[in-house]
């Protein structure tokens, strides 16, 4: 059989294998002097790994499922030509499965003196700061019988920010806004909304819209029309206790909430409305405030990267003492939360009158898909049992929602996919109605 590479290097000096150096080590003990003087020269002509300058560039932010390129520049300042391998490490949820050790680990040659570059790919499966662990490098001599091996730390922080999948559903939104607002339909009357113009009246006209100052200095009835009233304030207030971490499908209920109130801000801030952000449980854990326009959404979409559900019970007096605070005047209060019965009970309507005094209060909250599905199921026993439990789960939760809307409270009840553009059309249903 014929001998190639190492091996065939080894039987040229004649060695005699007897053992691997403990773990963290590469070579082979041998016992012959030429194969010793080969392995100490191999390991003086490996380059040191730590005088070798490592720093980094590329992006610091992504959505998540989108990838992020994290480039590393590797100098070799020594007299020895670099050989090495090189493993680029990252928290485990900066990789989808699987996928690591393609992205993470790179081959490299430097001659001396010079540079080199390699990029790292990201692409996290998690919200949040991702932050870089270490950069371990493996220098090899030219006959790659011993090597040098070393860390060094290269700090580097990637954001991952929440998809914003629903601004698909933009579009469609802005296109009812603009009706709402007069630019592509007839201006509607609604309390509290902005005088607008006069027109003539038509048969079906809400009587109670005639000026009658206008009409008696012409020869026909004239009608005042309305549009929504801009420039009005709404507060999103995330609730992020425990009832927030409760997976819906393969993520937590509070990322389909951030889905939705990124929707939301969207919406409300092209209609002229300014949009703050609560995050509560025991404690403020996200607020933004005061943001123009053309920032609230990047202000919201970063605050929102780092937020995770607390396990711990939502304080309801702390939230709404807050809330109150943020919004001192008349404002919507769009509250993402729960519909399960023990929380909102015990919790939010001892509290609730408080809002809805003073404000225009909206909840939204996440339904399980999977309690539908149960509730449709029959063909056996077990079916039957669970189409029973699902049925009952739906009964308490209407029951829920019910209660919250004798307070005045409108309720958006929808499923991860179908939160979103169902929140958007209850907005747009304030704004027409003139509740805003």
């Known amino acids: 059989m014929a001998l190639t590479g190492r091996a065939a290097l080894l039987a040229a000096l004649g060695s005699i294998p007897v053992g691997i150096l403990e773990p963290g080590w590469t070579g082979i003990l041998a016992v012959n002097g030429p194969l010793a003087l080969a392995c100490a020269c191999d390991f003086a002509l490996a380059a040191p790994v730590r005088r070798l300058v490592l720093t980094r560039s590329g992006d610091t932010s992504t959505r998540l499922g989108e990838t992020a390129d994290v480039t590393l520049t590797i100098t070799n300042p020594s007299r020895r030509m670099l050989r090495a391998r090189l493993r680029d490490a990252w928290p485990p949820s900066s990789w989808q499965s699987g996928t690591e050790i393609e992205s993470s680990r790179h081959r490299i040659t430097i001659p001396a003196g010079e540079r ?6 990201l692409r996290p499966t998690r919200r949040g700061d991702r932050q870089a662990d270490r950069v371990t490098i493996r220098s090899y001599g030219p006959l790659g019988l011993f090597s040098r091996q070393g860390a060094h730390k290269v700090p580097w922080t990637v954001r991952v920010l929440p998809p914003f999948t629903s601004r698909k559903h933009l579009p469609s939104k802005l296109a009812r806004l603009r009706e709402l607002d007069g630019r ?12 607008d113009s006069l027109r003539e009246y038509v048969p079906g006209d809400d009587t109670r819209s005639i000026d009658w100052r ?3 200095r012409q020869s026909t009835v004239a009608v005042r029309t309305w549009r929504p009233e801009r420039d009005r304030h709404i507060l999103l207030v995330l609730d992020t206790g425990r009832t927030s971490a409760g997976r ?7 990322d389909a909430s951030l889905d939705a109130a990124l929707l939301l801000a969207a919406l409300a801030s092209r209609a002229g409305d300014r949009v703050d952000l609560l995050a509560h449980d025991r404690r403020v854990r996200a607020r933004v405030q005061g943001r123009a326009a053309g920032d609230v959404l990047p202000s919201l979409v970063n605050a929102m990267a780092t937020l995770e559900p607390e396990l711990v019970e939502t304080d309801a007096r702390a939230l709404t003492a807050t809330a109150l605070r943020a919004a001192p005047r008349r404002s919507l209060i769009v509250l993402f939360t729960t519909l399960d019965a023990a929380p909102v009970e015990e919790g939010l309507l001892p509290v609730l009158p408080q809002l809805s005094h003073r404000h225009t209060v909206l909840v939204a909250a996440v339904a399980d898909p999977h309690i539908a599905h149960m509730a449709k199921a029959r063909g056996n026993t077990d079916a039957v049992y669970e189409a029973a439990a699902a049925a009952q789960a ?3 939760r209407q029951r829920t929602a019910e209660q919250l809307r004798r307070h005045g409270v409108t309720v958006v009840d929808a499923t991860p996919e179908d939160l979103a553009p169902a929140l958007a059309d209850a907005y747009l249903a304030l704004k027409a109605a003139g509740r805003l």
């Open 394 to 396: 739906q009964s308490e």
């Open 116 to 121: 080199r570059r390699v990029t790292t790919r």
């Open 248 to 254: 819906v499908g393969d993520a937590p209920r509070l």
């Open 184 to 195: 592509t339909s007839v201006l509607t009357r609604g309390e509290g909304t902005e005088f």
């Open 214 to 216: 206008a009409t008696a």
